[in-house]
T-cell receptor, first 116, second 109 residues
Framework: EAEVAQSPRYKITEKSQAVAFWCDPI?????LYWYRQILGQGPELLVQ????????DSQLPKDRFSAERLKGVDSTLKIQPAELGDSAMYLC??????????????FGPGTRLTVL | QQPVQSPQAVILREGEDAVINCSSS?????VHWYRQKHGEAPVFLMI?????EQKGHDKISASFNEKKQQSSLYLTASQLSYSGTYFC??????????FGAGTRLTVKP
């Protein structure tokens, strides 16, 4: 069964360092999402791509976070510099269709980030 | 805008029923339900769209009251495997979906 792949699974870094997370969606999925989930809370959308284009990054802290999906396939989320408050689970999801309100999302296992 | 879920947590015995609610202050295009087990990624359960279309598991039961901007997820004859955190997501148009804070369900033997 096809799955969303993410790496690394765990990342420990010191504040002010740069970190990067990678996501490979299910093959053929047009839409890719990055979420941040703080323990005990729901996933918070950071950025949504349709193919290689950003369609929603209204919640992305753009002074320190960046995301790209250059060829419309895999994607990288970067934080520079990392802050203590960035400690969270970073989830990647993908969907076959292009409309978030109409399509189910398939989530990857996530990257657990700890900032010391 | 984030939907409001209730209750925040519920504890059941195997075989008991539960209802989880999701409400919005704005008119909805669709409501999405996901379950997340501890330490795992969320898993899709169902989408309910305005107009009555539903997509998802046949064994999951949910309702969508468009006039009240509310949805309810019905868990009947609960099993241990139902334990986890249930998230609803609400979309106000066809391309903007946000998750609620979740309802933690614990099913005990």
């Amino acid at each position: 069964e096809a799955e969303v792949a993410q790496s690394p699974r765990y990342k420990i870094t010191e504040k002010s360092q740069a970190v990067a997370f990678w996501c490979d969606p299910i093959s053929g999925h047009a839409t890719l999402y990055w979420y941040r989930q703080i323990l005990g809370q729901g996933p918070e959308l950071l950025v949504q791509f349709q193919d290689e284009s950003v369609v929603d990054d209204s919640q992305l802290p753009k002074d320190r976070f960046s995301a790209e999906r250059l060829k419309g396939v895999d994607s990288t989320l970067k934080i520079q510099p990392a802050e203590l408050g960035d400690s969270a689970m970073y989830l990647c999801a993908s969907s076959l269709g292009r409309l978030a309100g109409y399509n189910e999302q398939f989530f990857g296992p996530g990257t657990r980030l700890t900032v010391l | 805008q984030q939907p409001v879920q209730s209750p925040q947590a519920v504890i059941l015995r195997e075989g008991e029923d539960a209802v989880i609610n999701c409400s919005s202050s704005k008119a909805l295009y669709s409501v999405h339900w996901y379950r997340q087990k501890h330490g795992e990624a969320p898993v899709f359960l169902m989408i309910l769209l305005k107009g009555g279309e539903q997509k998802g598991h046949d064994k999951i039961s949910a309702s969508f009251n468009e006039k009240k901007q509310q949805s309810s997820l019905y868990l009947t004859a609960s099993q241990l495997s139902y334990s986890g955190t249930y998230f609803c997501g609400t979309a106000y148009n066809n391309n903007d979906m946000r998750f609620g804070a979740g309802t933690r369900l614990t099913v005990k033997p």
